[in-house]
């Protein structure tokens, strides 16, 4: 009977699922790859990749992770020349899913809440892959158009667009020219975007389509975050993040045009429930001309990226020069009703200790930490968070081992089926 007993014990460890596990994407920009860490239980990083895969193209600079029509991770990669796509195993390996070739110089990647387009911003235009089940991207028609896209918007030629964010119905996207400005584009029911065939460099001015809503003036605007109600920009000249609160439908307080083509009063009706400062309601009472700023904090250095923890309510940035991470427990909006915390505090609730040697790029964060493309550095380094999403630590409690002039820039984690090998 005992050994019956022994039997059954081994089957059923045998027919146990493994744990599924939880893996990090680096890019090494300078060495056109992708590194693969795992991740622990307590989120501590691998001290050497398990995955390493070259890219099709060259200087990989962003990595975005989705899923197929099936739920199963697919990672996506932005490099000078195009954009690839990568199948993620149970247990992180990475096979090519093809790329796309013709597209030039991508700044960022978003996709769409359903996870069924892949947009990409340029210098001049905006453009969106509708992604196949598998969640590949489009082949590039055979000794036709070069364009893989399938829709896209056509800005200012002398515009670099930069960050991307997608919502329901909307898409975000700061805007680098002169001074600066956050646009909105509202996307068709499929998620695809109004126009096709742009070109880079377009001198046709017919062509250019103007943003449903945008803030102007902002100065040189590039990491933002749209959360709920409110989107969080950072405006480099003047040193400092900024909020704004969003009207219902999610648009800005400006002159524009709803859903239905109706033009939006310039008022908006009660300039109040936009939270004006006291300096800029006083503006606003002798003439309306833009949306008033929320809240604003005190003056930073450059943020190279912005990321919300999933607690939802603590903004984690990338201090460029200075080589830390600051963290920004977002403070109670007394004006509002519930006191929702949506207010930036004038400084950084808790940064890490600056690293000279390091000047960090992008990021992204977990429940249980926040992990750091290192640049200079050549490593990945991790940060332990408090459940509200603030900095435990001032120095990092994991980091990977140096990888020789691999620059990483971008980082992006992907939940696995299996365990990570």
């Given at each position: 009977?005992?050994?019956?007993?022994?039997?059954?014990?081994?089957?059923?460890?045998?027919?146990?699922?493994?744990?599924?596990?939880?893996?990090?994407?680096?890019?090494?920009?300078?060495?056109?790859?992708?590194?693969?860490?795992?991740?622990?239980?307590?989120?501590?990083?691998?001290?050497?990749?398990?995955?390493?895969?070259?890219?099709?193209?060259?200087?990989?600079?962003?990595?975005?992770?989705?899923?197929?029509?099936?739920?199963?991770?697919?990672?996506?990669?932005?490099?000078?020349?195009?954009?690839?796509?990568?199948?993620?195993?149970?247990?992180?390996?990475?096979?090519?899913?093809?790329?796309?070739?013709?597209?030039?110089?991508?700044?960022?990647?978003?996709?769409?809440?359903?996870?069924?387009?892949?947009?990409?911003?340029?210098?001049?235009?905006?453009?969106?892959?509708?992604?196949?089940?598998?969640?590949?991207?489009?082949?590039?028609?055979?000794?036709?158009?070069?364009?893989?896209?399938?829709?896209?918007?056509?800005?200012?030629?002398?515009?670099?667009?930069?960050?991307?964010?997608?919502?329901?119905?909307?898409?975000?996207?700061?805007?680098?020219?002169?001074?600066?400005?956050?646009?909105?584009?509202?996307?068709?029911?499929?998620?695809?975007?109004?126009?096709?065939?742009?070109?880079?460099?377009?001198?046709?001015?017919?062509?250019?389509?103007?943003?449903?809503?945008?803030?102007?003036?902002?100065?040189?605007?590039?990491?933002?975050?749209?959360?709920?109600?409110?989107?969080?920009?950072?405006?480099?000249?003047?040193?400092?993040?900024?909020?704004?609160?969003?009207?219902?439908?999610?648009?800005?307080?400006?002159?524009?045009?709803?859903?239905?083509?109706?033009?939006?009063?310039?008022?908006?009706?009660?300039?109040?429930?936009?939270?004006?400062?006291?300096?800029?309601?006083?503006?606003?009472?002798?003439?309306?001309?833009?949306?008033?700023?929320?809240?604003?904090?005190?003056?930073?250095?450059?943020?190279?990226?912005?990321?919300?923890?999933?607690?939802?309510?603590?903004?984690?940035?990338?201090?460029?020069?200075?080589?830390?991470?600051?963290?920004?427990?977002?403070k109670p909006e007394p004006r509002l009703a519930g006191a929702p915390r949506v207010r930036l505090p004038k400084g950084p609730t808790r940064f890490s200790e600056a690293n000279p040697v390091m000047t960090p790029v992008r990021l992204t964060a977990t429940e249980k930490a926040v992990y750091v493309a290192g640049g200079e550095l050549d490593r990945v380094i991790a940060?332990?968070?408090?459940?509200?999403?603030?900095?435990?630590?001032?120095?990092?409690?994991?980091?990977?081992?140096?990888?020789?002039?691999?620059?990483?820039?971008?980082?992006?984690?992907?939940?696995?089926?299996?365990?990570?090998?």
């Amino acid at each position: 009977m005992r050994s019956v007993i022994d039997g059954l014990f081994v089957a059923l460890l045998v027919a146990e699922p493994a744990l599924a596990g939880s893996i990090l994407y680096a890019t090494a920009a300078s060495q056109q790859r992708i590194d693969g860490f795992c991740l622990g239980a307590d989120g501590a990083l691998a001290a050497s990749p398990s995955v390493q895969v070259g890219t099709q193209g060259r200087l990989p600079r962003r990595v975005l992770v989705g899923k197929d029509v099936l739920g199963k991770p697919v990672l996506y990669v932005a490099e000078a020349d195009r954009i690839e796509a990568f199948k993620i195993g149970d247990h992180g390996g990475l096979s090519s899913l093809g790329d796309t070739r013709a597209v030039r110089n991508p700044q960022d990647l978003a996709l769409s809440p359903d996870g069924k387009t892949l947009y990409v911003t340029h210098q001049g235009f905006l453009e969106a892959f509708a992604l196949a089940a598998d969640g590949s991207l489009p082949t590039p028609p055979r000794g036709g158009s070069p364009d893989p896209f399938t829709s896209c918007i056509q800005g200012e030629p002398t515009n670099t667009f930069l960050d991307a964010q997608a919502t329901s119905g909307l898409l975000y996207v700061s805007a680098d020219d002169i001074p600066g400005r956050i646009a909105i584009y509202r996307l068709n029911p499929d998620g695809s975007l109004p126009q096709t065939g742009c070109r880079l460099n377009n001198t046709d001015a017919s062509k250019v389509k103007t943003p449903d809503s945008e803030r102007k003036r902002l100065q040189r605007p590039k990491a933002f975050l749209v959360v709920g109600d409110f989107v969080y920009v950072e405006e480099r000249a003047l040193r400092r993040l900024t909020a704004f609160r969003l009207q219902p439908d999610g648009t800005f307080c400006d002159r524009g045009k709803d859903a239905n083509g109706n033009v939006v009063a310039e008022s908006c009706g009660d300039i109040a429930y936009f939270l004006p400062t006291p300096a800029c309601a006083r503006r606003q009472a002798k003439k309306q001309r833009q949306q008033c700023a929320a809240s604003t904090t005190g003056r930073i250095l450059q943020y190279e990226g912005l990321v919300l923890h999933p607690g939802g309510d603590t903004l984690l940035g990338t201090e460029f020069f200075k080589g830390r991470v600051d963290a920004y427990r977002l403070k109670p909006e007394p004006r509002l009703a519930g006191a929702p915390r949506v207010r930036l505090p004038k400084g950084p609730t808790r940064f890490s200790e600056a690293n000279p040697v390091m000047t960090p790029v992008r990021l992204t964060a977990t429940e249980k930490a926040v992990y750091v493309a290192g640049g200079e550095l050549d490593r990945v380094i991790a940060l332990r968070l408090r459940a509200d999403g603030v900095l435990a630590d001032a120095t990092p409690f994991s980091r990977t081992d140096e990888q020789t002039d691999s620059f990483p820039n971008d980082v992006a984690v992907a939940t696995l089926l299996g365990s990570c090998q």
